[in-house]
């Protein structure tokens, strides 16, 4: 039996937004512990891990782990139906085939509920070591999903370079080239617009546009997003959810010929 | 023959316990390769013997028990526990090896796992289907009330069990004798569920040529079908479009003119059915029914198999040799002859423009399709570099299309050596399985493609040809970057065959 309320719902449609241009199927795994998610796009370049802590929900009720298959556009379209404000309940019984959605206004003069198929789906889960990486920008996400998305407009790929002097992200095109430097700035009004960089050591790394412009997504998810680089790792691009978890993406980089650090 | 054929078996097994960790149970085994079950079970000896080392081997003990004399017994036991198990065992019993595996399994229900699967896909099949579990033809156990289907049952049987089972006769015979007590013996418990299987399959003796060629292929070839199917399945109706396209695109034979296209084609039978079932691979494959429906509707509809053979020299006027569904490619041969000379006779300057016009597009169509392949069947990597190369070359015609013909040239050329055979297998959409051999490498002239299709499917399939390079163009003119940034699914997989860009696999182990 597995039962979750979450008062604040939108947060729901704001995560499967950010998920579901990468992937298709997922399982959703749930524990005691929390509402959990991981896949792989279907080329196998980027994962996506998505922790929803069972302390976020007003109520969580998890009996036994159990890992639900789902479309992600399928949910998306019952999650269409919920109001902004709505509190959603999820529903499972153990061994069912189904998922129950249960939109509520929140004046509880409308209330929705919803059946959606689960489906078998083999998903590999990866282990992802802890790593200590080389740079960590921490900066407004509107800001980075603005020149990913600028950026894809011109090229394919950016690279993004970490230097003491901030993060560069350029790219080159059949148009022409592009670069954006963002420098560290901490002495800004509101603390999620600072641009933080802690470097050990300066990294530059080749990442497709493409994919970076699909983890932009989940940019309403938080104002600010911790992109982490390592030369021999994938990047890491995390949106933290407000006291609840977390959306993280990872991207394989793409291998440079000339670049021998950049190699896996 | 025997030790031939069983010599591939025994490195499959290997395959398939080492690399896909599947239990391999006698019972599997038989009805995988179609071997009798006594063969199955020597063949997992020897296999045993050979590379049992690194492995778990799960023994079957039968035999009458030393202190419940009155009980028959049989028993699943593992490599460590055999000694002991024996002990329990009057000396007469007997020791079968009852599968192999990477490692013990945790729930035994594991062991049956696979032979249920496989049981539950023979029962699925269609009446009409002859295989082994309907008639049981590999059970050797058989008295007056077993009836079998005449010629396929116990005749053969009995001589392949002489035959085959060599080393393990002894055992055999143990077996043979011990399966009537077996039945009345159900009460062990632990083992009921055993015993339940063994009832049938001790003496299961039957091997039937013929189906040995069947069966071994069903399996793997099934999965692979599969597999062909989801990948071209997650494609949108527009991947399925371009899938149509390409798929003329890739059998075109370059010859010179038509006599020896004749010739060809007049050529060996096994070529032929290569060709054609290679085409009606393609086909049927990306675009299973409208393809079918078409056919259907050509009045040769209810012939499955189509050919489209190529034989396009550097000249543009000599048309290619087209055969459409005929088992008999000579025949049909000639009129496709015939239809191309008249439409080349004609020479109207606008159906040639046509078709160079359908000549590029259709090549941009071809790159997503062979992503997709790519993902599916292994050996194409290289392949679809050639065709990306060629594609690229292809951008070029296409600027050039004034010239397009020097352009053709260049690539007849160039393209010769890439080009290789392939084999191929899947399900077409009958649920048969079908393998070919394909011409995989990049096509100089989708221009004769095209042209094939204008005669052999009329004109609505004419007019899908067509439509779509209206569709394509963006992507043609445009650069590569926009194109892809649609973030969906079918681009994506665009991703995946850049060789520079990393797999996330390569970072992150599964779990």
């Given at each position: 039996?597995?039962?979750?309320?979450?008062?604040?719902?939108?947060?729901?449609?704001?995560?499967?937004?950010?998920?579901?241009?990468?992937?298709?199927?997922?399982?959703?795994d749930?524990?005691?512990?929390?509402?959990?998610?991981?896949?792989?796009?279907?080329?196998?370049?980027?994962?996506?891990?998505?922790?929803?802590r069972?302390?976020?929900?007003?109520?969580?009720?998890?009996?036994?782990?159990?890992?639900?298959?789902?479309?992600?556009?399928?949910?998306?379209?019952?999650?269409?139906?919920?109001?902004?404000?709505?509190?959603?309940?999820?529903?499972?019984?153990?061994?069912?085939?189904?998922?129950?959605?249960?939109?509520?206004?929140?004046t509880?003069?409308?209330?929705?509920?919803?059946?959606?198929?689960?489906?078998?789906?083999?998903?590999?889960?990866?282990g992802?070591?802890?790593?200590?990486?080389?740079?960590?920008?921490?900066?407004?996400?509107?800001?980075?999903?603005?020149?990913?998305?600028?950026?894809?407009?011109?090229g394919?790929?950016?690279?993004?370079?970490?230097?003491?002097?901030?993060?560069?992200?350029?790219?080159?095109?059949?148009?022409?080239?592009?670069?954006?430097?963002?420098?560290?700035?901490?002495?800004?009004?509101?603390?999620e617009?600072?641009?933080?960089?802690?470097?050990?050591?300066?990294?530059?790394l080749?990442?497709?546009?493409?994919?970076?412009?699909?983890?932009?997504?989940?940019?309403?998810?938080?104002?600010?997003?911790?992109?982490?680089?390592?030369?021999?790792?994938?990047?890491?691009?995390?949106?933290?959810?407000?006291?609840?978890?977390?959306?993280?993406?990872?991207?394989?980089?793409?291998i440079?010929?000339?670049?021998?650090?950049?190699?896996? | 023959?025997?030790?031939?054929?069983?010599?591939?078996?025994?490195?499959?097994?290997?395959?398939?316990?080492?690399?896909?960790?599947?239990?391999?149970?006698?019972?599997?085994?038989?009805?995988?390769?179609?071997?009798?079950?006594?063969?199955?079970?020597?063949?997992?000896?020897?296999?045993?013997?050979?590379?049992?080392?690194?492995?778990?081997?799960?023994?079957?003990?039968?035999?009458?028990?030393k202190?419940?004399?009155?009980?028959?017994?049989?028993?699943?036991?593992?490599?460590?526990?055999?000694?002991?198990?024996?002990?329990?065992?009057?000396?007469?019993?007997?020791?079968?090896?009852y599968?192999?595996?990477?490692?013990?399994?945790?729930?035994?229900?594991?062991?049956?796992?696979?032979?249920?699967?496989?049981?539950?896909?023979?029962?699925?099949?269609?009446?009409?289907?002859?295989?082994?579990?309907?008639?049981?033809?590999?059970?050797?156990?058989?008295?007056?009330?077993?009836?079998?289907?005449?010629?396929?049952?116990?005749?053969?049987?009995?001589?392949?069990?002489?035959?085959?089972?060599?080393?393990?006769?002894?055992?055999?015979?143990?077996?043979?004798?011990?399966?009537?007590?077996?039945?009345?013996?159900?009460?062990?418990?632990?083992?009921?569920?055993?015993?339940?299987?063994?009832?049938?399959?001790?003496g299961?003796?039957?091997?039937?040529?013929?189906?040995?060629?069947?069966?071994?292929?069903?399996?793997?070839?099934?999965?692979?079908?599969h597999?062909?199917?989801?990948?071209?399945?997650?494609?949108?109706?527009?991947?399925?479009?371009?899938?149509?396209?390409?798929?003329?695109?890739?059998?075109?034979?370059?010859?010179?003119?038509?006599?020896?296209?004749l010739?060809?084609?007049?050529?060996?039978?096994?070529?032929?059915?290569?060709?054609?079932?290679?085409?009606?691979?393609?086909?049927s494959?990306?675009?299973?029914?409208?393809?079918?429906?078409?056919?259907?509707?050509?009045?040769?509809?209810?012939?499955?198999?189509?050919?489209?053979?190529?034989?396009?020299?550097?000249?543009?006027?000599?048309?290619?040799a087209v055969n459409?569904?005929?088992?008999?490619?000579?025949?049909?041969?000639?009129?496709?002859?015939?239809?191309?000379?008249?439409?080349?006779?004609?020479?109207?300057?606008?159906?040639?423009?046509?078709?160079?016009?359908?000549?590029?597009?259709?090549?941009?169509?071809?790159?997503?399709?062979?992503?997709?392949?790519?993902?599916?069947?292994?050996?194409?990597p290289?392949?679809?570099?050639?065709?990306?190369?060629?594609?690229?070359?292809?951008?070029?015609?296409?600027?050039?299309?004034p010239?397009?013909?020097?352009?053709?040239?260049?690539?007849?050329?160039?393209?010769?050596p890439?080009?290789?055979?392939?084999?191929?297998?899947?399900?077409?959409?009958?649920?048969?399985?079908?393998?070919?051999?394909?011409?995989?490498?990049?096509?100089?002239?989708?221009?004769?493609?095209?042209?094939?299709?204008?005669?052999?499917?009329?004109?609505?399939?004419?007019?899908?040809?067509?439509?779509?390079?209206?569709?394509?163009?963006?992507?043609?003119?445009?650069?590569?970057?926009?194109?892809?940034?649609?973030?969906?699914?079918?681009?994506?997989?665009?991703?995946?065959?850049?060789?520079?860009?990393?797999?996330?696999?390569?970072?992150?182990?599964?779990?």
């Amino acid at each position: 039996m597995l039962e979750l309320r979450l008062v604040q719902g939108s947060l729901l449609k704001k995560v499967l937004d950010a998920i579901k241009d990468l992937v298709n199927d997922a399982n959703f795994d749930c524990s005691a512990t929390g509402f959990s998610l991981q896949a792989m796009d279907s080329s196998h370049v980027a994962l996506v891990g998505l922790l929803l802590r069972s302390e976020g929900f007003e109520h969580y009720r998890c009996d036994r782990n159990i890992s639900m298959g789902m479309n992600l556009n399928n949910l998306a379209k019952f999650l269409k139906c919920a109001g902004n404000d709505d509190i959603i309940t999820i529903k499972a019984d153990d061994g069912s085939d189904t998922v129950t959605l249960m939109f509520e206004s929140p004046t509880q003069d409308k209330i929705a509920d919803f059946e959606m198929k689960l489906m078998d789906i083999d998903s590999e889960h990866l282990g992802i070591p802890e790593a200590e990486y080389h740079a960590i920008v921490r900066m407004p996400s509107a800001e980075f999903s603005r020149i990913c998305r600028d950026l894809s407009s011109i090229g394919d790929t950016v690279l993004i370079s970490v230097t003491k002097e901030g993060v560069k992200f350029s790219t080159r095109g059949d148009i022409g080239t592009a670069n954006v430097v963002c420098r560290q700035n901490t002495t800004v009004d509101k603390p999620e617009d600072a641009t933080i960089i802690e470097m050990n050591e300066p990294v530059s790394l080749t990442f497709a546009l493409r994919y970076l412009n699909s983890f932009t997504k989940a940019s309403p998810l938080s104002n600010t997003v911790t992109i982490s680089l390592s030369s021999e790792l994938p990047v890491v691009v995390e949106y933290k959810i407000a006291e609840m978890g977390y959306v993280r993406y990872y991207l394989a980089p793409k291998i440079e010929e000339d670049d021998e650090e950049t190699k896996p | 023959m025997a030790d031939i054929e069983t010599l591939g078996i025994v490195e499959e097994i290997q395959s398939i316990v080492a690399d896909k960790l599947q239990v391999v149970s006698y019972k599997w085994l038989s009805r995988n390769f179609s071997v009798s079950s006594n063969a199955a079970k020597s063949l997992l000896e020897e296999f045993v013997g050979k590379y049992g080392n690194g492995l778990e081997v799960i023994y079957s003990l039968s035999g009458w028990l030393k202190n419940n004399p009155s009980t028959y017994h049989i028993r699943l036991v593992s490599k460590q526990k055999l000694a002991d198990a024996k002990q329990e065992f009057d000396e007469n019993c007997s020791i079968q090896v009852y599968s192999v595996q990477a490692c013990l399994p945790k729930d035994p229900a594991t062991l049956w796992n696979h032979e249920f699967v496989q049981a539950e896909d023979l029962f699925k099949q269609p009446l009409s289907v002859d295989n082994c579990l309907r008639d049981n033809r590999f059970c050797g156990v058989s008295n007056s009330f077993i009836k079998r289907n005449p010629g396929k049952g116990t005749a053969t049987p009995q001589v392949k069990t002489t035959g085959v089972s060599g080393s393990f006769k002894d055992q055999q015979k143990i077996v043979q004798q011990s399966s009537p007590n077996i039945v009345q013996s159900l009460d062990i418990a632990k083992n009921v569920k055993t015993e339940s299987h063994v009832k049938e399959d001790p003496g299961q003796g039957a091997q039937l040529a013929s189906d040995k060629e069947k069966a071994p292929q069903q399996a793997p070839n099934k999965k692979k079908g599969h597999n062909d199917k989801n990948s071209s399945g997650t494609g949108g109706a527009l991947a399925s479009m371009w899938g149509r396209a390409s798929t003329k695109t890739k059998h075109d034979v370059p010859l010179p003119p038509k006599d020896i296209s004749l010739q060809k084609s007049a050529g060996s039978a096994d070529a032929q059915i290569c060709a054609r079932e290679a085409v009606q691979h393609e086909s049927s494959d990306e675009d299973g029914q409208n393809f079918n429906m078409k056919r259907t509707s050509n009045g040769e509809g209810s012939r499955k198999r189509r050919v489209v053979l190529d034989y396009s020299d550097e000249e543009d006027e000599y048309q290619d040799a087209v055969n459409l569904a005929s088992p008999e490619p000579p025949k049909k041969s000639t009129p496709g002859l015939k239809n191309s000379s008249t439409v080349s006779g004609l020479g109207s300057n606008l159906s040639f423009e046509e078709e160079k016009v359908n000549k590029p597009n259709v090549k941009e169509v071809k790159e997503p399709n062979v992503k997709a392949n790519q993902l599916s069947v292994e050996e194409i990597p290289d392949i679809s570099k050639g065709k990306k190369l060629e594609s690229s070359t292809t951008d070029k015609t296409n600027s050039l299309s004034p010239e397009t013909k020097a352009g053709i040239k260049d690539k007849a050329t160039d393209d010769g050596p890439k080009r290789r055979k392939v084999l191929k297998t899947r399900i077409d959409e009958r649920g048969r399985e079908v393998t070919e051999v394909v011409w995989e490498g990049p096509e100089p002239d989708t221009k004769s493609d095209n042209n094939s299709m204008k005669k052999s499917e009329n004109n609505t399939v004419n007019n899908a040809i067509n439509r779509p390079p209206g569709v394509k163009k963006s992507p043609a003119l445009g650069t590569s970057a926009p194109a892809n940034q649609g973030g969906k699914a079918g681009n994506k997989k665009g991703g995946t065959k850049d060789p520079k860009q990393g797999n996330i696999l390569s970072f992150f182990k599964k779990v």
